[in-house]
Protein backbone atom coordinates (compact mmCIF):
# COMPACT_ATOMS: atom_id res chain seq x y z
CA UNK A 1 0.00 0.00 0.00
CA UNK A 2 1.38 3.65 -1.08
CA UNK A 3 1.22 5.81 2.18
CA UNK A 4 -0.54 9.37 1.04
CA UNK A 5 -0.38 12.16 2.76
CA UNK A 6 -3.69 13.95 3.66
CA UNK A 7 -4.19 17.11 1.96
CA UNK A 8 -3.62 19.56 4.55
CA UNK A 9 -6.57 22.08 3.36
CA UNK A 10 -9.57 19.51 4.35
CA UNK A 11 -10.14 19.92 8.19
CA UNK A 12 -8.44 17.50 10.16
CA UNK A 13 -11.44 15.93 11.92
CA UNK A 14 -13.79 16.16 8.64
CA UNK A 15 -11.06 14.03 6.76
CA UNK A 16 -11.13 11.19 9.51
CA UNK A 17 -14.61 10.96 10.19
CA UNK A 18 -15.30 10.19 6.62
CA UNK A 19 -12.46 7.77 5.81
CA UNK A 20 -13.75 6.03 8.70
CA UNK A 21 -17.17 6.58 7.91
CA UNK A 22 -16.78 5.00 3.75
CA UNK A 23 -13.53 2.34 4.80
CA UNK A 24 -13.66 1.58 8.60
CA UNK A 25 -9.39 3.06 8.23
CA UNK A 26 -7.73 6.18 9.32
CA UNK A 27 -6.59 8.35 6.38
CA UNK A 28 -3.01 6.97 6.79
CA UNK A 29 -4.34 3.61 5.94
CA UNK A 30 -5.67 4.03 2.70
CA UNK A 31 -4.87 3.45 -1.04
CA UNK A 32 -4.18 6.38 -2.67
CA UNK A 33 -7.44 6.26 -4.81
CA UNK A 34 -9.55 5.91 -1.85
CA UNK A 35 -7.84 8.58 -0.17
CA UNK A 36 -8.86 10.74 -3.23
CA UNK A 37 -12.47 9.71 -2.85
CA UNK A 38 -12.38 10.40 1.09
CA UNK A 39 -10.86 14.06 0.34
CA UNK A 40 -13.21 14.76 -2.39
CA UNK A 41 -16.28 13.55 -0.07
CA UNK A 42 -14.91 15.32 2.87
CA UNK A 43 -14.50 19.18 1.12
CA UNK A 44 -18.13 18.10 0.07
CA UNK A 45 -19.22 17.64 3.22
CA UNK A 46 -17.31 20.71 5.17
CA UNK A 47 -18.76 23.07 2.20
CA UNK A 48 -22.33 21.98 3.06
CA UNK A 49 -21.80 22.15 7.35
CA UNK A 50 -20.55 25.70 6.65
CA UNK A 51 -23.79 26.41 4.65
CA UNK A 52 -25.77 25.06 7.84
CA UNK A 53 -23.79 27.31 9.55
CA UNK A 54 -24.77 30.68 8.30
CA UNK A 55 -28.17 29.70 7.72
CA UNK A 56 -30.79 31.72 9.36
CA UNK A 57 -31.54 28.99 10.84
CA UNK A 58 -28.17 28.65 12.92
CA UNK A 59 -28.91 31.87 14.27
CA UNK A 60 -29.70 31.17 18.53
CA UNK A 61 -28.73 27.37 18.18
CA UNK A 62 -26.52 27.00 21.78
CA UNK A 63 -24.91 23.50 21.96
CA UNK A 64 -24.41 23.15 26.09
CA UNK A 65 -21.10 22.43 27.43
CA UNK A 66 -22.25 19.33 28.58
CA UNK A 67 -23.21 17.82 25.45
CA UNK A 68 -19.72 18.99 23.64
CA UNK A 69 -17.89 17.25 26.78
CA UNK A 70 -20.17 14.02 26.09
CA UNK A 71 -19.16 13.87 22.28
CA UNK A 72 -15.37 14.58 23.33
CA UNK A 73 -15.46 11.53 26.12
CA UNK A 74 -17.36 9.00 23.43
CA UNK A 75 -14.12 9.49 21.60
CA UNK A 76 -11.78 9.23 24.35
CA UNK A 77 -13.01 5.95 25.87
CA UNK A 78 -12.19 4.20 23.25
CA UNK A 79 -9.32 4.23 24.17
CA UNK A 80 -7.32 2.76 27.17
CA UNK A 81 -4.42 5.20 27.69
CA UNK A 82 -4.11 8.81 27.47
CA UNK A 83 -0.94 8.23 25.62
CA UNK A 84 -2.67 6.10 22.83
CA UNK A 85 -5.50 9.15 22.54
CA UNK A 86 -3.30 11.73 22.10
CA UNK A 87 -0.73 9.57 19.65
CA UNK A 88 -4.04 9.02 17.90
CA UNK A 89 -4.65 12.41 17.86
CA UNK A 90 -1.26 13.69 16.46
CA UNK A 91 -1.37 10.65 13.61
CA UNK A 92 -4.54 12.69 12.33
CA UNK A 93 -3.23 16.27 12.45
CA UNK A 94 -5.40 16.93 15.34
CA UNK A 95 -4.73 18.74 18.60
CA UNK A 96 -6.91 17.81 22.24
CA UNK A 97 -8.53 21.53 21.30
CA UNK A 98 -8.64 20.77 17.57
CA UNK A 99 -10.94 18.05 18.55
CA UNK A 100 -13.09 19.76 20.80
CA UNK A 101 -13.91 22.68 18.49
CA UNK A 102 -14.45 19.85 15.55
CA UNK A 103 -16.78 18.43 17.91
CA UNK A 104 -18.15 21.34 18.62
CA UNK A 105 -19.02 22.45 14.96
CA UNK A 106 -20.26 19.03 14.18
CA UNK A 107 -22.82 19.50 17.43
CA UNK A 108 -23.94 22.38 16.23
CA UNK A 109 -24.70 21.77 12.92
CA UNK A 110 -26.73 18.80 14.45
CA UNK A 111 -28.69 20.72 16.22
CA UNK A 112 -29.36 23.14 13.32
CA UNK A 113 -30.59 20.41 11.09
CA UNK A 114 -32.87 18.78 14.43
CA UNK A 115 -34.39 22.15 14.10
CA UNK A 116 -35.21 22.10 10.30
CA UNK A 117 -36.18 18.30 10.45
CA UNK A 118 -39.11 19.64 13.60
CA UNK A 119 -40.47 21.16 10.62
CA UNK A 120 -41.58 18.27 9.43
CA UNK A 121 -44.97 17.03 9.34
CA UNK A 122 -47.47 15.40 12.13
CA UNK A 123 -48.03 11.42 11.14
CA UNK A 124 -51.77 10.79 11.11
CA UNK A 125 -53.80 7.82 11.34
CA UNK A 126 -54.86 8.06 7.30
CA UNK A 127 -50.98 7.56 7.04
CA UNK A 128 -50.66 4.59 9.15
CA UNK A 129 -53.65 3.07 7.93
CA UNK A 130 -52.50 3.20 4.76
CA UNK A 131 -49.02 2.05 4.85
CA UNK A 132 -50.29 -0.94 6.89
CA UNK A 133 -52.41 -2.03 3.85
CA UNK A 134 -50.16 -1.60 1.40
CA UNK A 135 -46.79 -3.58 3.05
CA UNK A 136 -48.83 -6.45 4.79
CA UNK A 137 -45.67 -8.39 4.23
CA UNK A 138 -44.21 -6.49 6.58
CA UNK A 139 -46.48 -6.67 9.46
CA UNK A 140 -46.82 -11.09 8.99
CA UNK A 141 -44.57 -13.18 11.66
CA UNK A 142 -43.81 -16.24 9.85
CA UNK A 143 -43.80 -19.69 11.73
CA UNK A 144 -40.50 -20.45 13.66
CA UNK A 145 -39.70 -22.81 15.74
CA UNK A 146 -36.95 -23.51 18.94
CA UNK A 147 -34.76 -26.20 18.45
CA UNK A 148 -31.83 -28.47 19.46
CA UNK A 149 -29.21 -30.34 17.19
CA UNK A 150 -26.34 -32.50 17.30
CA UNK A 151 -24.13 -32.91 14.60
CA UNK A 152 -20.90 -35.36 13.48
CA UNK A 153 -19.24 -34.61 10.93
CA UNK A 154 -17.60 -36.38 7.79
CA UNK A 155 -14.37 -36.56 7.22
CA UNK A 156 -12.82 -39.06 5.87
CA UNK A 157 -9.05 -38.11 7.52
CA UNK A 158 -9.89 -39.11 10.47
CA UNK A 159 -10.81 -42.61 11.86
CA UNK A 160 -14.06 -41.49 13.87
CA UNK A 161 -15.52 -39.20 11.51
CA UNK A 162 -15.89 -41.83 7.84
CA UNK A 163 -19.13 -41.70 6.71
CA UNK A 164 -20.00 -45.14 8.37
CA UNK A 165 -18.41 -44.24 11.66
CA UNK A 166 -20.06 -41.18 11.58
CA UNK A 167 -23.32 -42.61 10.49
CA UNK A 168 -22.83 -45.32 13.85
CA UNK A 169 -21.77 -43.03 16.17
CA UNK A 170 -24.78 -40.86 15.33
CA UNK A 171 -27.62 -43.72 15.25
CA UNK A 172 -26.07 -44.97 18.69
CA UNK A 173 -26.77 -41.40 19.72
CA UNK A 174 -30.44 -41.44 18.13
CA UNK A 175 -30.72 -44.72 20.14
CA UNK A 176 -30.13 -43.17 23.58
CA UNK A 177 -32.26 -40.32 23.11
CA UNK A 178 -35.54 -42.59 22.28
CA UNK A 179 -35.44 -43.80 25.58
CA UNK A 180 -33.75 -41.08 27.58
CA UNK A 181 -35.43 -37.61 25.10
CA UNK A 182 -34.18 -35.43 28.47
CA UNK A 183 -30.41 -36.02 27.48
CA UNK A 184 -30.18 -34.27 24.32
CA UNK A 185 -28.55 -31.13 25.65
CA UNK A 186 -26.43 -33.44 27.86
CA UNK A 187 -25.10 -34.88 24.54
CA UNK A 188 -25.11 -32.61 22.32
CA UNK A 189 -22.99 -30.66 24.67
CA UNK A 190 -20.53 -33.87 24.92
CA UNK A 191 -20.49 -35.61 21.49
CA UNK A 192 -21.87 -33.02 18.99
CA UNK A 193 -19.58 -31.23 16.52
CA UNK A 194 -21.84 -28.17 15.71
CA UNK A 195 -20.64 -24.82 17.41
CA UNK A 196 -24.28 -24.87 19.46
CA UNK A 197 -23.04 -27.93 21.50
CA UNK A 198 -21.17 -25.44 24.17
CA UNK A 199 -24.98 -24.14 24.61
CA UNK A 200 -26.28 -28.17 24.81
CA UNK A 201 -26.67 -28.06 20.94
CA UNK A 202 -29.71 -24.94 21.19
CA UNK A 203 -30.23 -23.11 18.04
CA UNK A 204 -32.53 -20.65 19.76
CA UNK A 205 -35.43 -19.31 17.55
CA UNK A 206 -35.54 -20.34 13.79
CA UNK A 207 -37.34 -19.03 10.80
CA UNK A 208 -38.04 -21.55 7.88
CA UNK A 209 -35.30 -21.31 5.37
CA UNK A 210 -32.42 -20.22 7.67
CA UNK A 211 -30.92 -24.05 8.29
CA UNK A 212 -29.89 -26.39 5.58
CA UNK A 213 -32.70 -27.70 3.29
CA UNK A 214 -33.04 -31.06 4.64
CA UNK A 215 -32.42 -30.04 8.73
CA UNK A 216 -35.65 -27.52 7.60
CA UNK A 217 -37.92 -30.37 6.89
CA UNK A 218 -37.55 -32.12 9.25
CA UNK A 219 -37.80 -29.78 11.98
CA UNK A 220 -40.91 -28.15 10.65
CA UNK A 221 -43.00 -31.74 10.28
CA UNK A 222 -41.73 -32.11 14.01
CA UNK A 223 -43.99 -31.88 17.20
CA UNK A 224 -43.11 -30.27 20.28
CA UNK A 225 -40.66 -31.77 21.77
CA UNK A 226 -39.79 -34.49 19.61
CA UNK A 227 -36.65 -35.70 18.29
CA UNK A 228 -35.59 -36.58 14.23
CA UNK A 229 -34.31 -39.88 13.07
CA UNK A 230 -31.11 -39.52 11.62
CA UNK A 231 -30.93 -36.82 8.87
CA UNK A 232 -28.09 -36.60 6.55
CA UNK A 233 -26.72 -33.19 5.04
CA UNK A 234 -23.50 -32.47 2.75
CA UNK A 235 -21.71 -32.12 5.97
CA UNK A 236 -22.62 -34.81 8.07
CA UNK A 237 -25.44 -36.62 9.90
CA UNK A 238 -28.00 -34.50 12.44
CA UNK A 239 -30.38 -34.81 15.24
CA UNK A 240 -32.64 -32.25 15.45
CA UNK A 241 -35.23 -31.64 18.38
CA UNK A 242 -38.53 -29.23 18.40
CA UNK A 243 -38.63 -27.43 21.51
CA UNK A 244 -41.26 -25.25 20.77
CA UNK A 245 -43.67 -24.39 18.18
CA UNK A 246 -44.46 -20.58 17.50
CA UNK A 247 -47.67 -20.30 15.48
CA UNK A 248 -47.01 -17.35 12.27
CA UNK A 249 -49.02 -14.65 13.09
CA UNK A 250 -50.21 -11.37 11.31
CA UNK A 251 -49.43 -8.21 13.74
CA UNK A 252 -52.25 -5.62 14.35
CA UNK A 253 -52.41 -2.47 12.75
CA UNK A 254 -52.63 -1.20 16.59
CA UNK A 255 -49.71 -2.90 17.62
CA UNK A 256 -47.67 -1.98 14.58
CA UNK A 257 -48.57 1.48 14.41
CA UNK A 258 -45.64 3.05 16.50
CA UNK A 259 -43.44 1.42 14.53
CA UNK A 260 -45.03 2.79 11.10
CA UNK A 261 -45.17 6.32 12.80
CA UNK A 262 -42.06 6.53 13.75
CA UNK A 263 -40.67 5.07 10.18
CA UNK A 264 -42.64 7.64 8.27
CA UNK A 265 -41.66 10.61 10.28
CA UNK A 266 -38.16 9.88 9.41
CA UNK A 267 -38.65 9.79 6.33
CA UNK A 268 -40.59 12.96 6.67
CA UNK A 269 -37.86 14.46 8.71
CA UNK A 270 -35.00 13.18 6.00
CA UNK A 271 -37.18 14.70 3.60
CA UNK A 272 -37.34 18.09 5.08
CA UNK A 273 -33.72 18.00 5.90
CA UNK A 274 -32.44 17.46 2.47
CA UNK A 275 -35.00 20.03 0.84
CA UNK A 276 -33.33 22.64 2.87
CA UNK A 277 -29.97 21.45 2.81
CA UNK A 278 -30.68 21.85 -1.21
CA UNK A 279 -32.09 25.23 -0.29
CA UNK A 280 -28.85 26.91 1.25
CA UNK A 281 -27.06 29.34 -1.11
CA UNK A 282 -22.71 29.10 -1.35
CA UNK A 283 -21.15 30.56 1.53
CA UNK A 284 -18.79 33.59 0.18
CA UNK A 285 -15.04 33.00 1.48
Known sequence: MTTLTADVSIEPYTLLRT????????PAELEPGQLRQVQRQARTEY????????????IGVIVS??????????????????????????????????????LARQCK??????????????????????????????????EQRGARHILISINPDYPENTRERALARLTELAAQLQRKPHKFADLALRHSECPS????????TVAGGTLYPELDQALFALKENEISTVIETEIGFHLIQCLKIIRAETISLKKATPKIKHLIQERYRRTCQRTWLASLPAVES
Open 65 to 102: EQEQARAFNEIRNRFDAEDAFLAALAANGLSEAGLKAA
Open 109 to 142: VDAILERVAARSPRVNEVEVGIFYHLHPEKFRKP
Open 47 to 58: DIETRVLHAPEA
Open 197 to 204: ALNGGNLG
Open 19 to 26: ALNLFKKP
